[in-house]
């Protein structure tokens, strides 16, 4: 790993780029400092005890099916959207570069997720492909995701694992857990052997990166303590695919989180959908007019 100038950006070296090609993961020792992993640690634990986009839909228990009082595997999609300070981390920066060298130059960031696991009844993730979670009928783009653990992670404690060489193949068939579909989390129910797979334990501030279609898993919080997990989902350009045409058991999904989101949306009724749109509309358009201005006062 390289690093450079006062405000450094850490890059994958020749050998890492043909590793994560050949194996579809890659694991680092360091993708920021100690001092930012313990500012996120602050920032996700509010964030989870407030509740943060819960209303909207943006925070669920990926696990289960949100009537549980004790959720076992809580999530925060866009977590930035509740910490606009976020945005400004050293991780993303890194994260954004490591993506630009293994998805090209014109990869931008893609969404990202907020994962607490709690500590003695934090639940396994399922194995999956990210790529099976695709809901965008029409298009195909190369996707690959930074998982950068908040405190160390460990077996013990639900780290990463993955199916070497398995991005290499198509994405299987998936399902909801226990077939339930007002569960968020997919499992995948196609051919594949769980024993080889390659535990990543790693420090605070480390990170793994996959490819959305290696195979992955991360074990229960057996330990005392909570296992965060922040990760930046990045893709390559947008390009027309009229094959793809979604997957059917995302169709299937009706989950609690779905159903807040579209009450969130619908709030007010048709005169709050029309302030919104009104709003909306004038942002852009004051957007549009300072973007102008900055452009004439640079000529
Ligand atoms: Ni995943």
Not at 235 to 252: K, T
Request: with cysteine; hydrophobic share 40%; charged share 20%.
């Amino acid at each position: 790993m390289q690093t450079r100038g006062m405000n450094p950006v850490t890059t994958l070296t020749p050998e890492q780029i043909a590793q994560f090609r050949a194996d579809g993961f890659l694991a680092l020792p360091s993708i920021t400092t100690p001092a930012e992993v313990a500012q996120l640690r602050g920032i996700f634990d509010r964030l989870f005890a407030e509740g943060a986009g819960w209303k909207k839909g943006a925070q669920f228990d990926l696990a289960g099916t949100d009537e549980n009082q004790r959720p076992a595997l809580p999530q925060i999609l866009n977590p930035a959207e509740f910490a606009p300070e976020l945005r400004a981390t050293q991780f993303r920066q890194n994260a954004l570069a490591i993506a630009r060298q293994l998805l090209g130059a014109d990869a931008e960031p893609w969404f990202e997720h907020a994962i607490l696991k709690p500590p003695r009844y934090g639940a396994a993730t399922p194995w999956h492909q990210d790529e099976a979670h695709r809901d965008d009928p029409g298009v195909t783009y190369e996707q690959l995701s930074v998982w950068l653990p908040l405190q160390e992670a460990t077996e013990a404690n639900g780290c990463m694992r993955f199916i070497a060489r398995s991005h290499l193949g198509p994405v299987l068939p998936h399902h909801s857990p226990g077939d339930d579909p007002r569960v968020t989390a997919l499992e995948c129910v196609g051919s594949f052997a769980p024993a080889d797979a390659i535990p990543c334990p790693l420090p605070a501030g480390g990170a793994t990166i996959h490819h959305c279609r290696t195979l992955h898993a991360a074990g229960p919080n057996g330990s005392d303590l909570p296992r965060r997990a922040y990760i930046l989902a990045f893709r390559s350009a947008v390009r027309p695919d009229a094959a793809f045409r979604g997957y059917p058991w995302n169709g299937e999904k009706h989950t609690a989180a779905q159903a807040r989101h579209a009450a969130w949306q619908n709030r007010g009724g048709p005169l709050g959908r029309a302030s919104r749109a009104a709003l909306s509309a004038a942002a852009g358009l004051l957007a549009r007019v300072r973007g102008k201005a900055a452009r004439l006062l640079r000529k």
